[in-house]
């Protein structure tokens, strides 16, 4: 069974400063883990994935995120905010042992930056 | 990059009529397609798997005569929305899986139904 959780319903940040979207996740074998973002009345876009190989995963538009299989997070971050990365923001996993293609997807985190 | 083209971006319809909704991969072949359904600030609930040329899997209390789903072709889904009820207004997205990437999936730019 594969399952991912987004504790957090909404982020706060202010422009410029550092931010931080959380995901956990639980796979019985190993994961691949993504990264997408949603602007209002549009689909998914993504923006990184881990799937093996270094633990810190670079992406678009600034974003990284960082595997950590002790810790079971994907946490997806950025130096600097910016009033443009306001979106809700999705982070999934797909069981690689599973057997199966579908990934579940956590609830989504609103991220707010404020000017 | 792979790109998935859904069609149309927002339809409105009067009630008991019938919608249909394109999601066609662009430059790769999507041996699996995925449609969900978003209700406004939640998550997106998966609603069936297509596989071209098989019929599509249905999660559990999705109906599957009135979401009639089609993959007739590696790059073409298709959902209709039979006998339409406002309850069914929703934002409707469907997602490829490039059959020669393990772990890739795109998504459509999604569907706003509006159902009047």
């Known amino acids: 069974a594969q399952s991912v959780a987004q504790p957090e319903d909404q982020v706060n940040v202010a422009e410029g400063n550092p931010l931080t979207v959380k995901c956990t996740y639980s796979?019985?074998?190993?994961?691949?883990l993504f990264w997408y973002v949603q602007y209002p009345n549009r689909g998914l876009q993504f923006l990184l994935k881990?799937?093996?190989?270094?633990?810190l995963v670079k992406g678009s538009y600034g974003f990284e995120a960082e595997f950590n299989k002790s810790q079971t997070s994907f946490h997806l971050k950025k130096p600097s905010a910016l009033v443009s990365d306001s979106a809700l923001y999705f982070c999934?996993?797909?069981?690689?042992?599973?057997?199966?293609?579908?990934?579940?997807f956590g609830r989504g985190t609103s991220l707010i930056v404020h000017p | 990059g792979a790109v998935v083209s859904q069609h149309p971006s927002w339809v409105i319809c009067k009630s008991g009529t019938s919608v249909k909704i394109e999601c066609r991969s662009l430059?790769?072949?999507?041996?699996?397609m995925f449609w969900y359904r978003q209700f406004p600030k939640q998550s997106l609930m998966l609603m069936a798997t297509?596989?071209?040329?098989?019929?599509?899997?249905?999660e559990q209390g999705v109906e599957k005569d009135k979401f009639l789903i089609n993959h007739a072709s590696l790059t073409l889904s298709t959902l209709t929305v039979t006998s339409a009820h406002p309850e069914d207004s929703s934002f409707y997205i469907c997602?490829?899986?490039?059959?020669?990437?393990?772990?890739?999936?795109?998504f459509g730019s999604g569907t706003r139904l509006t159902v009047v």
């Open positions: 999934a996993v797909r069981d690689i042992s599973g057997g199966s293609y579908i990934p579940t």
């Open positions: 430059d790769f072949q999507a041996t699996t």
């Open positions: 796979v019985s074998g190993n994961p691949y």
């Open positions: 997602s490829a899986r490039d059959q020669k990437e393990d772990y890739g999936y795109t």
């Open positions: 881990y799937i093996t190989g270094d633990n």
């Open positions: 297509s596989n071209e040329g098989s019929k599509a899997t249905y």
